[in-house]
């Protein structure tokens, strides 16, 4: 599947401490090579918001598949993500 890391989420990361921001971003890259792998942790989101989440550690990556295409669009801390 091929990965796209929309700007916001970009600047997301970027503003994370380096050790975060790798392990966040081995996940997102893991999942989308194999994301029929059930070791994931991804989950619908529920309520009005479409698309999923990708837990790694206190931080998710919210992202969605559009046309195959795996787009990654907020990386927030698990306190805020939700709101």
Known sequence: MELFILPRAQKDLA???FTDRERIKAR???????????????????GTRSGFRLRAGD???????????MEVTRVMHRREVYR
Not at 29 to 46: C, F, M
Not at 59 to 69: K, P
Request: no cysteine; hydrophobic share 50%.
């Open 15 to 17: 503003g994370l401490p």
């Open 28 to 46: 997102i890259e893991a999942y989308a090579i194999s994301p029929t792998d059930p070791r994931h942790d991804v989950v619908p989101l529920a």
């Open 59 to 69: 931080w998710r990556a919210i992202f969605a598949i559009v046309d195959g295409r």
